[in-house]
């Protein structure tokens, strides 16, 4: 199994790393980390760390903020992976089997607690569409395209089990939750969302583009709603990441695709 995980930032890479060492995976040569949350006014993509056990690879990307620097740092990844720009004679690598979109996110209230885990079974761009005197409509509604892409059940069952984690929908969005209003607006929308973060969407539309299934894992730093920074738990989201990633390789290397 060859696994792309993508953060939006280089503290959620590190956490991730931190549990992939815990699970036994070895990271060759130099570490080059940054604790940080933010990703400094330039941006700029490197290639995926890369961690490994027993044949089995797992590769970890930040890739930005945002669910277009998230689309854009997969499609970089995955195609570095193929070899870019192909031609008589190359070698192309062997690719990936599946795409992880993970990191912090907010939880809904009630539903997904701050350090808790989520585990999507459908990924939804909500915002996704137009307005309208009448209210939102998804993009879908319009005839220009898809607003959700959905998790192998399967896979999104076992990771659900393995790291003690709520599984549902989770919301993508471009303008983070900051009011009750809002937060009513999209639990009208979507009354079973667990969760919502800023690049999931734009993850899962690159994976299924190179015909890759995908997978979400959220740990609730906040709670989605009035925004409120002297609320919210990010060591403790970080912390609830890395056990995530000490946990979930056996699910990782048992799944298939021929499993769904």
């Known amino acids: 199994m060859r696994v792309l995980v993508v953060t939006a930032v280089a503290a959620e890479a590190d956490s991730v790393a931190a549990g992939l060492a815990l699970a036994g995976y070895e990271h060759p040569g130099e570490e080059h980390t940054r604790n940080a949350l933010v990703a400094g006014p330039a941006f700029t993509?490197?290639?995926?760390?890369?961690f490994g056990r027993a044949g089995h690879e797992i590769h970890v990307c930040p890739a930005g903020v945002g669910p277009a620097a998230a689309a854009a740092g997969t499609a970089r990844a995955?195609?570095?992976?193929?070899?870019?720009?192909?031609?008589?004679?190359?070698?192309?690598?062997?690719?990936?089997?599946?795409?992880?979109?993970t990191g912090i996110g907010g939880g809904f209230?009630?539903?997904?607690?701050?350090?808790s885990l989520v585990v999507s079974s459908t990924i939804v761009a909500a915002d996704l569409g137009a307005g309208s005197p009448e209210g939102f409509i998804p993009v879908r509604e319009l005839g220009?395209?898809?607003q959700e892409?959905?998790?192998?059940?399967?896979?999104?069952?076992?990771?659900?089990r393995a790291l003690g984690a709520a599984h549902g929908p989770v919301?993508?969005?471009?303008?983070?939750?900051g009011t009750a209003e809002r937060a009513a607006e999209l639990l009208a929308r979507h009354p079973h969302a667990l969760a919502e973060a800023m690049e999931g969407f734009g993850v899962a539309e690159t994976a299924d583009v190179f015909g890759l299934p995908v997978l979400e894992i959220r740990a609730i730093s906040n709670e989605v709603g009035p925004r409120d920074r002297s609320a919210w738990r990010i060591g403790d989201a970080l912390a609830a990441l890395t056990d995530a990633f000490a946990k979930l390789p056996p699910v990782l290397e048992s799944w298939t695709p021929h499993d769904d």
């Open 45 to 50: 993509p490197s290639p995926p760390a890369r």
């Open 78 to 101: 995955l195609a570095l992976a193929l070899g870019s720009n192909p031609g008589p004679g190359s070698n192309p690598g062997p690719g990936y089997d599946l795409v992880v979109s």
């Open 109 to 115: 209230p009630g539903v997904a607690p701050l350090g």
């Open 144 to 146: 220009f395209g898809r």
């Open 149 to 160: 892409l959905s998790v192998p059940s399967s896979l999104g069952r076992r990771a659900t």
């Open 171 to 177: 919301l993508t969005v471009t303008t983070a939750t």
